[in-house]
Structure formats: structure tokens, C-alpha cells
């Protein structure tokens, strides 16, 4: 999964993020994990768009490189932060999985309640948790 440098910067309840690889790409929120939150999701977006034209992504740049290139002020109190990027390769492929049967009712009761199927309940789940805890 590749992963992007996003430039933090705010305070207060007024924070964004802006990937320089990805031109365009920000995102916002009243906190730096919502504002992450946000790019997150940016990101992908973007790169669908992108993709759904037939072009390429941008080569991501190390840190180093975003720090020479002038893309990052931390004396103006920006941190880098890493913006992970998941995108879906349009091929589904079946998987058996082995659930406690009370987890399983938990999983078809929480999807039914947001109009989903159990696949797209349990592929949601999975992509929430890999790009909160990377």
C-alpha cells in the first residue's frame, strides 16, 4: 500500500492537511485527526478520478525530498504526517473467514442497519481499521 506525505498545519478547532504529490488533494477538520481523517479519504477520491482518466499516479516523495523542495515550513509549525492509500483493485475474490458465531450475528445486525451486505460491512471494517492504525 503506498503511502504520501501530507503536510498538517493549524490550531485551535481550524486544522488541514495538503498532500504535495497529489495536486489539490487537502483535506480539513475542527482537529488534526479529523483533518487526517478527511485526506485520507481525499486521496483516495483523487487517485479514483485519476485512475478513471488512464493516468498514472505521481511517484511519492521520501520526506527528505518534500523538505529540500521547500513543501514543509516547520518553523511555521507544519508536521508531516503519512497519508496511506488504499484503493480497491475492482477484482473481488471470494475468502472463507471463521467468526464467533455471536460476532458474526453482530456483524449481519450492524450491516443490515446501514443498508449493506455482509461482505461490504466486513471490507469497510477491514479498510477503516488498516488506515487508523497504518
Known amino acids: 500500500m503506498p503511502h504520501y506525505i501530507g503536510v498538517l498545519d493549524g490550531s485551535a478547532d481550524t486544522w488541514g492537511v495538503r498532500v504535495p504529490d497529489l495536486p489539490g488533494c487537502h483535506g480539513g477538520g475542527e482537529t488534526a ?7 485520507i479519504s481525499a486521496a483516495r477520491e483523487w487517485a479514483e478520478h485519476r485512475n478513471a482518466k488512464g493516468a ?6 521520501p520526506l527528505r525530498q518534500i523538505i529540500r523542495d521547500g513543501e514543509l515550513d516547520v518553523r511555521a509549525g507544519e508536521t508531516a504526517v503519512m ?11 471470494r475468502a472463507n473467514l471463521s467468526l464467533d458465531a455471536a460476532l458474526l450475528e453482530a ?11 455482509r461482505s461490504a460491512f466486513i471490507a469497510s471494517a477491514a479498510r477503516e481499521k488498516i488506515m487508523t492504525e497504518g
Open 83 to 93: 497519508i496511506p492509500l488504499l484503493l480497491d483493485s475492482g477484482r473481488p475474490v
Open 56 to 61: 498514472a499516479m505521481p511517484a511519492s516523495r
Open 33 to 39: 485527526e479529523a483533518a487526517i481523517a478527511d485526506v
Open 107 to 117: 456483524i449481519d445486525e450492524a450491516a443490515r442497519a446501514r443498508g449493506l451486505t
